[in-house]
């Protein structure tokens, strides 16, 4: 089974920049879609963003668009997360995971890596 592996998170003021990074193990294994989801504690997994290796299409929580970037290297088998103006409310969690469908639903996506701890303050 694929390997995903966050990396990148750290603590941030408000309103400063964070790249995630999440690298596979191989190709073999992973599907059409990676995203990135994130939970803060007592919060269900939310949706931030994803994107086709093939083509590059991109979808966006209503949240990230126009703050976050989803970007990805298929040579690399790495996708990552631009966060620019960080607001305290996108603090959590955050995790890659990799589906056969490009979706909000964390319930389309098989593989997830161990979370990467996002923390912005005041």
């Known amino acids: 089974q694929v390997q995903l592996v966050e990396s990148g998170g750290g603590f941030v003021q408000d309103g400063g920049s964070l790249r995630l990074s999440c690298a596979a193990s191989?190709?073999?294994?992973?599907?059409?879609?990676m995203a990135w989801f994130r939970q803060s504690p007592g919060k269900e997994r939310e949706f931030v963003a994803a994107i086709l290796w093939i083509g590059g299409r991109t979808l966006y929580a209503d949240s990230a668009e126009g703050r976050f970037t989803i970007s990805r290297d298929n040579a690399k088998i790495t996708v990552w997360l631009q966060m620019n103006s960080l607001k305290p409310e996108d603090t959590a969690v955050y995790y890659c995971?990799?589906?056969?469908?490009?979706?909000?639903?964390?319930?389309?996506?098989?593989?997830w890596g161990q979370g990467t701890q996002v923390t912005v303050s005041y």
């Open positions: 995971a990799s589906g056969p469908y490009m979706r909000r639903n964390s319930a389309e996506y098989h593989a």
């Open positions: 191989e190709r073999t294994g992973i599907d059409s879609a």
